[in-house]
């Protein structure tokens, strides 16, 4: 862990690699390559997505200026990752930006509790143009809200993180919102924060969630999960740290908190501590101001 001061504060970074093996679970050796990042950004929530035979990761990118996060990709140019180019940017905090394609139509639904509510942007002219959509929930302060399907409906798990003093997590009938609820007897709700898309692997159907015991974003914690009838069950798998894996070169780690795969590629992201002058200076500003 690293000590926590104004000059080395959080920044993350997004790291890719070709499926070699099996999944994360079951590959610790294949190592992540470390996408570098721009004197301005740290990037973080890494979403893959394959349009028209080419692949993208979509991220939050923190702007170390306005001190809030933006949405932004990088495309794979058939050596690496390119570097990050914003997209989407709001009076408020943006991140975690679950993208997917729906009847020919691709949309982002991102995180956006800091606007309490709940909207998706579609693609205008991808994966540069958006337009923002009305809200699907409002009233609400939502963390890495994931939608996925089951049994041809479709749902979506969230984290309520507007009462700070206790945590839920919230099923969404994205069908029929009078059936939204929250999830009743979940023990450790620190390891419970969605982490990214719901995957089938290993023939299991399995969601990453965060592991927040001691601090935000510590590591992944997979789950085998299902509905029974309307009753959402989920079964814990596996504990992954950022120390487990093997990385393309050294880097200082103090957590990890998403993952994804799309086709031949898994992406993670990784917490370190670092100096950046923008940070330090925009932040003391913040602070003069307030």
């Known amino acids: 862990m690293f000590e926590r001061t104004a000059l080395f504060a959080e920044s993350w970074n997004v790291a890719w690699r070709k499926i070699n093996r099996e999944s994360i679970l ?39 200026i306005k001190c809030r ?35 020919g139509q691709v949309y982002i639904m991102p995180e956006s509790g ?16 958006w337009e923002k959509l009305n809200s699907i929930r409002e009233n609400v302060v939502y963390g890495d809200t994931t939608p996925f399907k089951w049994e041809k409906h479709s749902y979506a798990l969230s984290y309520d993180v507007g009462n700070a003093d206790e945590y839920h997590l919230v099923l969404l009938d994205l069908e029929e919102p009078t059936n939204d609820c929250i999830l009743k007897g979940i023990d450790n709700i620190e390891l419970r924060r969605p982490a990214g898309k719901m995957v089938h692997m290993n023939g299991m159907n399995i969601r990453p969630a965060q592991k927040c015991v001691n601090d935000y974003g510590e590591g ?7 509905l029974e ?39 993670i992201d990784l917490k370190t501590r670092r100096f950046n002058i923008l940070n330090f ?10």
Request: charged share 25%; net charge neutral.
């Open 229 to 267: 009838g309307k009753n959402y069950i989920e079964k814990e798998l596996q504990q992954v740290l950022p120390q487990d894996l093997k990385y393309s070169k050294e880097i200082l780690m103090d957590g990890m908190h998403t993952y994804n795969r799309w086709g031949e590629y898994e992406v």
């Open 220 to 226: 992944l914690v997979f789950y085998e999960y299902g």
């Open 114 to 129: 800091a606007d309490h509510s709940l909207y998706l942007y579609k693609a205008v002219q991808f994966p540069d143009k």
């Open 281 to 290: 200076v925009f932040r003391m500003l913040g602070k003069f101001r307030g």
């Open 69 to 103: 996060g933006c949405l932004g990709y990088c495309k794979w140019d058939g050596i690496k990752f390119s570097g990050w180019k914003k997209i989407i940017t709001e009076a408020h905090h943006l991140s975690y930006p679950f993208i997917f394609e729906k009847q």
């Open 26 to 64: 079951t590959d610790k050796i294949t190592p992540f390559a470390i996408i570098k990042n721009s004197f301005r950004y740290w990037a973080a929530d890494p979403f893959l997505f394959e349009y028209e035979n080419q692949f993208y990761i979509f991220a939050e990118l923190y702007d170390y």
